[in-house]
């Protein structure tokens, strides 16, 4: 089974690397990879699929409950970011900001009576095989991706030939390989909480 699901994530990356050159192939010179863009639509979906991913997990197991319902809020705060230009576009300007907010305040009163669990549950949470998967993936998008797609450093790697697309391209496509360990990650921790539901089946039978 495990040989499958490497296989599985294999074929998944090599995927989403395909799709990411796809607009390349397409559009040629003209390609932007900007915000309405197939590369940034993947973003979206992984995002968005990963957070309910984790709210799932989240109920699926008690002792892991408060770890995976944060992680799916942090999911849907980082899916609102995303999504930040069509926010501005057909809602206002900043909207995105006062839904980020809203989730914000939604976490703090899920955890109202229960901050002494946090640590606890994050801990169990830390023992599983998703989470180095998961801090792989964040780490990827929040802080990688962003050194990579300093405009400086391509300008002083390219001079004169510097190109914002290429700077985009390596940005883009670092942050969406994020999200796709994100997203494999997600899949892990429900994968997790369906064996030890069965255990503790087992057990308890």
Do not use: P
């Not at 940034?40 to 409950?65: G, I, V």
């Not at 946090?118 to 998961?134: C, D, M, N, R, V």
């Not at 780490?139 to 990579?148: H, K, N, P, Q, W």
């Not at 391209?169 to 796709?180: D, F, M, P, Q, R």
Request: hydrophobic letters at 50%; proline letters at 0%.
């Amino acid at each position: 089974m495990f040989i499958l699901r490497g296989l599985v994530y294999l074929f998944a990356v090599a995927g989403v690397a395909q799709l990411i050159s796809l607009e390349g192939y397409q559009s040629l010179t003209a390609a932007e990879y900007s915000e309405q863009t197939l590369t940034e639509h993947l973003q979206d979906f992984m995002s968005f699929f990963s957070c309910m991913l984790f709210l799932y997990a989240a109920r699926l197991d008690a002792k892991l409950n408060i770890a995976a319902t944060l992680l799916g809020a942090l999911l849907a705060m980082m899916f609102v970011r995303e999504s930040d230009s069509l926010l501005d576009q057909y809602v206002f300007d900043g909207a995105w900001q006062s839904i980020v907010s809203i989730i914000f305040i939604c976490v703090l009163i899920f955890l109202w009576g229960r901050f002494s669990s946090i640590y606890a549950s994050l801990k169990e949470y830390s023992l599983q095989s998703s989470f180095g998967t998961f801090l792989a993936g964040f780490v990827t998008i929040l802080a990688f991706s962003r050194l990579m797609g300093r405009s400086s450093f391509w300008q002083a790697v390219m001079g004169d030939s510097y190109m914002r697309l290429v700077k985009n391209i390596v940005e883009e496509g670092i942050e969406t390989l994020g999200y796709t360990l994100i997203l494999i990650s997600a899949i892990e921790l429900i994968i997790a909480c369906r064996r030890r539901s069965k255990l503790a089946k087992i057990e308890h039978n």
